[in-house]
């Protein structure tokens, strides 16, 4: 059954470096999501994504964020200056056409020191 | 803003019974409501979807109820299993947008 993957498992970093986040949608899906969740908390939408541009956004997605898909199957979320505040697990999701559910990855745990 | 809100934070049952979790909305009529599944450390996994003008699903054990006017949906777990414990999530949007999600129940179902 195809699955969302997501690369690295686990980053550390140092606040004020940069960072990105690799993942490979389902591949015949069309839209493509980043979520977050902070430990103990609830997950939250980030941006989405869908025909090469940024489609939704939420108050998180600041200039400090970007989303690239690069080629035909990676979708990256890049993180300019991390901060402490930034330290979470991060999840990419992929959805088809039409009414369905989204599809999560297994997340990047981002801890920032 | 919207506001998504499940009813407990953990529901222990035995096994063999139903679990019935509850999930209440306010300041949104969306047109999904979405059940989720998240194990400890692992991404929120696809249950089950159900449509503003649909009342009720199934799929095997699961059942969903959405009411929309209640603002409410039910999820019932029936013949629970020590292996459906983990935290289920309720979620809605509108078609092909962001999800919002609850802070979830964390069903613990014992032997």
């Known amino acids: 059954e195809p699955e969302v993957t997501q690369t690295p498992s686990h980053q550390v970093t140092q606040m004020g470096q940069e960072v990105i986040l690799r993942c490979v949608p389902i591949?015949?899906?069309?839209?493509f999501y980043w979520y977050r969740q902070i430990l103990g908390q609830k997950v939250e939408f980030l941006v989405s994504f869908y025909n090469n541009e940024i489609s939704e956004k939420s108050e998180i997605f600041d200039d400090q964020f970007s989303v690239e898909r690069p080629d035909g199957s990676n979708f990256t979320l890049k993180i300019r200056s991390t901060k402490l505040e930034d330290s979470a697990m991060y999840f990419c999701?992929?959805?088809?056409?039409?009414?369905?559910?989204?599809?999560f990855g297994p997340g990047t745990r981002l801890t920032v020191t | 803003s919207q506001k998504i809100e499940q009813n407990s934070e953990a529901l222990n049952i035995q096994e063999g019974k139903t679990a019935t979790l509850t999930c209440n909305y306010t300041n949104y009529s969306p047109a999904y409501l979405q059940w989720y599944r998240q194990d400890p450390g692992r991404g929120p996994v696809f249950l089950l979807l159900i449509r503003e003008n649909e009342k009720e699903k199934r799929k095997e054990r699961l059942k969903v109820t959405f009411d929309t006017t209640l603002k409410q949906s039910l999820f019932h777990i029936t013949a629970s299993q020590p292996a459906d414990s983990a935290t289920y999530l309720c979620a809605l949007n509108q078609a092909g947008t962001a999800l919002i999600f609850g802070k979830g129940t964390t069903l613990s179902v014992s032997s």
């Open positions: 999701a992929s959805s088809g056409d039409g009414p369905s559910g989204q599809y």
């Open positions: 591949s015949n899906h069309l839209y």
